[in-house]
């Protein structure tokens, strides 16, 4: 399902005329489709439904408080890793007993918080904050909920900035010391083991890397049992791949298939922490070309999205296609890598850095000052990622919903940039 869609050559979101919106809210402007956000949930949800999921959408995805409430509305479940995401989940309306709070370095005022708002379970990465969640709880006369996140060494083949399942990243405690692990966590009072956390990065395409991961954590579980410990969730994180291109990323269906024989096999109850591939692909950012000039050989479109609105581009060498709204007679009505008549451009941003691109060496067609541009799959790591650099003001987020939309985050203002400061 593609929200995005050309209609007599212009590109519409849902049944909303893209062009209409940056006339009424202007540009850089993001515009997300309500019905993907759900129909790509549904598809997780349903995929896996033989094994009645907990579904934690991974909230650093996109933290739009409307788009959280879209998801909660669904019956969706969230994962957190700051008290700032456990927070923006509490004021969308959520109930915070399906939370997973993941991440390695959670303070004693985050874990307070989360302990006050009864989580599912915290994800720890290291014994110093089993240690610290066990203190607190005892402070608090409570018994923490925790899943040991470990390390299961796969290599996910991904980028190496996102990739966190091998040896030596940061996440996690080393699979082979689940047994120590679990023996601290059981003889503490303030402490409850309830499953294992594994995450390997992000995007990952394929499936296989699930199933090894899947095997290696339940073969735990069936160990700590053996154990005597009461060991049921098993958590296989996010990571699930997009389709930035065509057809990269397997299927909800695809991961269910590999995943779900292990986790029937060992009768454990699965969760899933998806944010990408929920939110990716119901999100554009839309752009206006402020300038084109020819130097050095080369054609350089600038538009008025740069690196500060989404920076991916500039940190990952990620691919984005982009295309421009109402593309000129002769020119398909959707992004084709190869076009005969297409020349490369770099698409730049205003920003003072060479590494703010959205593209570069892209066959573009020809373009005009004042011609609006879409970036696909700017749904996630989009706006989360965004900055103020060069002290320029965020763009607006618009929800649509069929031919209705609302504006769900309004533009930065120059007072809002100086607002925190003295
Ligand atoms: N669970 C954990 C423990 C994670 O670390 C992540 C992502 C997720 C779930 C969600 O992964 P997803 O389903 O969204 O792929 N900024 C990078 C991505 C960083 C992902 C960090 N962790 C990007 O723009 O590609």
Request: with cysteine; aromatic share 8%; net charge negative.
């Amino acid at each position: 399902m593609n929200p995005f869609q050309y209609k007599n050559g212009v590109l519409h979101c849902e049944d909303v005329n893209v062009p209409s919106l940056a006339e009424e809210f202007g540009t850089p402007l993001w515009v997300y489709s309500r019905a993907k956000l759900i129909h790509e949930f549904r598809a997780i949800q349903e995929a896996f439904a033989p094994v009645n999921p907990v579904v934690c959408y991974s909230v650093k995805a996109n933290s739009n408080l409307s788009i959280l409430k879209v998801l909660n509305s669904e019956g969706c479940s969230f994962d957190v890793v700051s008290g700032g995401e456990l927070f923006r989940v509490k004021a969308a309306g959520a109930d915070t007993t399906r939370v997973a709070f993941a991440g390695v370095g959670k303070t004693d005022e985050e874990i307070r918080f989360a302990l006050e708002n009864d989580i599912l379970m915290f994800n720890v990465e290291s014994e110093p904050e089993l240690d610290a969640i066990s203190r607190v709880a005892a402070e608090m006369g409570r018994v923490a909920p925790v899943a040991l996140r470990l390390n299961p060494d796969i290599d996910g083949k991904t980028h190496a900035k996102t990739t966190t399942g091998r040896k030596g990243n940061k996440f996690g405690m080393d699979i082979e010391r689940h047994d120590q692990l679990a023996d601290k966590v059981l003889a503490d009072p303030h402490l409850n083991l309830r499953g294992i956390h594994l995450h390997i990065g992000s995007p990952i395409n394929t499936v296989e890397p699930y199933e090894q991961a899947a095997q290696k954590a339940v073969e735990v579980v069936r160990q700590l049992r053996a154990k005597g410990h009461e060991t049921n969730w098993v958590n296989l994180g996010g990571g699930f791949g997009l389709n930035y291109r065509a057809n990269e990323a397997s299927s909800a269906a695809d991961y269910a298939k590999g995943i779900m024989p292990y986790i029937q096999k060992a009768e454990c109850r699965l969760a899933l922490e998806p944010g990408r591939c929920i939110a990716g692909n119901a999100g554009i950012l839309l752009s206006r070309v402020i300038y084109v000039k020819h130097e050095g050989g080369k054609r350089f479109v600038i538009q008025d999205a740069a690196m500060n609105d989404l920076v991916r581009p500039a940190m990952y060498d990620s691919f984005h296609k982009i295309w421009p709204v109402e593309p000129s007679v002769g020119f398909p009505e959707s992004f084709e890598s190869e076009i005969e008549g297409c020349s490369p451009a770099d698409i730049v941003g205003p920003v003072c850095e060479s590494g703010d691109y959205l593209a570069k060496a892209r066959p573009f067609p020809e373009v005009v000052k004042g011609d609006l541009l879409a970036t696909f799959s700017a749904g996630a790591y989009g706006t989360v990622m965004s900055s103020n650099y060069n002290s320029r003001c965020r763009g607006a987020e618009i929800l649509v919903d069929g031919d209705s939309y609302s504006l769900i985050r309004r533009r930065e203002t120059y007072e809002d940039l100086v607002a925190a400061e003295r």
